[in-house]
């Protein structure tokens, strides 16, 4: 003949294991915490009559109340087995009607899994009291127990190990009143150690069990009950801090993009003044200039200009920052048109480096693409700003449009230094430059490969770049050609070569005209 024990123990520990498996299928906290409450009081997992469960700072400067949960008498214990019975039965004759479809199998083992968890429920009352007010309270805790000072239970259980039994008068003032009056007689107190360290304490007691006593065996249950559990709120745990640190980092990155854009709003509304009063000296509009003055006045147009363009480039990444939705409206766009539009804007650095812009195009022309005619001109001045400030020699720049099937790719080569293999990942990063030394000899807030990375996305577009340091870097964009849209426009033979020795009305940014 069976021994009725032994039959209880070996029925409880395949409902801790199939609790074990619950646990796995989820890493939020509060579904971790139902499961585990469940199988403490349900009369077929564990059979405890109160549960109250605290949970340990991270730093271990106190523990804070989670959750108090009790039967409130013999009869609300039995009329909860019954309900759990009833939804067995119903749950067995869902699933002897099973389609064999493993999406729907997976449907049914999760209504299972959680069925138990809201029939307690519905009894315990989880908004009520005690668990109402015993939420979010909080014990101190004592690191050490100094001469005199009295017994602090919840000191001693951050070295506890495993599960212990107590008597409620053997702890009388040692243990916090509010966590004492919901228990009854003995109690087993349950550390869930993560990492070594208790992150949480359950007290359980059997007040409206037939044997109220709890034995070495419930022991026993317990510690493997707590092994099941510790690791999963500990990973719950450890993806709750690191939503949290991603939402905190979702914060910090609003509240540097709003300073970025006041700050770069602020500058810019001087910067245009200057520039304002700049050109009317330039135009000798109050009176006539001596070449001295004229250069210096060339100069300051110059760095202002170029202290306007990164401004706007700051102001460009705040804003499409805080969008977060940085997709545009996209319509038919002639890329070479833009191209030569926005060369006006390079005729500086162009004089300075002595560097022609030489765009190649191919045999059928070059196609209409879906853009943003202002976005793809502040790709093209960025790269192309970049290609002449880092070449040498005074080696044109080209621009080589190729069709490759529904795509137009654009590449922009030069012949300069190169970037080294291990830098190529991070150059699109925000401020990040290959030189970042105090003496590097290119100015620049290293944002603007940071600003054509955010608009191409805006517009559909990727960007590859491919580089030797010493030979060069090839910087090549893909943007989508729409059905029906063949090469139409200017042929190699009818784009001049665009050359320091032309140069062109220099165009501000406020000025640019979408072609």
């Not at 993009?257 to 009063?277: A, C, D, K, Q, Y």
């Amino acid at each position: 003949m069976a021994d009725p024990g032994s039959d209880r123990l070996l029925s409880q520990l395949r409902w801790v294991t199939g609790l074990s498996a619950m646990l796995g299928a989820t890493n939020n906290l509060d579904d971790i915490f139902s499961i585990l409450l469940s199988g403490l009081l349900s009369p077929d997992g564990l059979g405890y009559s109160s549960v109250v469960l605290v949970e340990v700072d991270p730093f271990q400067r106190f523990y804070s109340g989670s959750y108090a949960l009790a039967y409130h008498s013999l009869e609300q214990v039995e009329q909860v087995a019954e309900a759990l019975r009833s939804e067995e039965s119903f749950m067995r004759a869902d699933s002897a009607s099973a389609t064999g479809d493993e999406e729907e199998e997976d449907r049914r083992h999760r209504l299972k899994r959680t069925s138990q968890w809201v029939t307690l429920v519905q009894f315990l009352d989880l908004d009520g009291e005690p668990n109402k007010s015993f939420k979010g309270q909080r014990f101190p805790i004592r690191r050490r127990a100094r001469p005199g000072q009295p017994r602090d239970f919840l000191s001693e259980a951050l070295g506890m190990r495993a599960p212990r039994c107590f008597r409620k008068e053997e702890v009388a003032g040692a243990l916090p009143l509010e966590i004492a009056e919901l228990l009854e007689g003995q109690f087993a107190v349950v550390p869930l150690l993560w990492n070594h360290a208790v992150r949480n304490l359950i007290f359980v007691d059997r007040r409206w069990s037939e044997s109220p006593s709890i034995s070495q065996t419930d022991l026993d249950e317990l510690e493997y009950f707590a092994s099941q559990c510790g690791l999963a709120i500990g990973n719950g745990h450890l993806i709750a801090d690191l939503n949290q640190a991603l939402k905190d980092l979702k914060n910090l990155e609003t509240i540097k993009s709003n300073f970025l854009s006041t700050i770069s709003h602020e500058l810019r509304t001087p910067l245009s003044v200057i520039m304002g009063f700049v050109d009317v000296l330039r135009n000798q509009g109050v009176g006539p200039l001596n070449n001295s003055q004229a250069t210096l006045l060339e100069r300051i147009a110059r760095n202002t200009a170029h202290l306007h363009t990164m401004v706007s480039d700051v102001i460009d990444i705040a804003e499409l920052q805080i969008e977060q939705s940085m997709y545009r409206t996209l319509t038919l766009v002639d890329p070479l048109a833009v191209l030569m539009t926005t060369l006006p804007r390079l005729d500086n650095r162009r004089r300075d480096v002595r560097c022609e812009v030489q765009p190649v195009i191919p045999d059928g022309g070059v196609p209409r693409v879906l853009s943003d005619a202002g976005a793809l001109s502040r790709v093209f001045f960025h790269l192309l700003d970049n290609a002449m400030k880092f070449n040498t020699g005074g080696k044109p720049v080209r621009v080589v449009f190729s069709v490759e099937g529904s795509d137009l790719a654009i590449t922009i080569q030069d012949q300069g230094i190169g970037i080294p293999a291990d830098k190529l990942e991070r150059i699109f990063e925000h401020f990040y430059q290959v030189d970042g030394g105090m003496t590097r000899s290119q100015e620049g807030l290293g944002i603007g490969l940071a600003v054509v990375r955010m608009l191409l996305h805006g517009i559909r577009g990727t960007i590859q770049v491919e580089s030797e340091v010493g030979k060069g870097s090839a910087f090549t964009i893909v943007l989508p050609v729409p059905a029906g849209e063949g090469g139409g426009t200017a042929s190699q033979d009818e784009v001049p070569m665009i050359s320091p020795k032309k140069p062109m009305e220099f165009m501000d940014e406020e000025d640019e005209q979408a072609p």
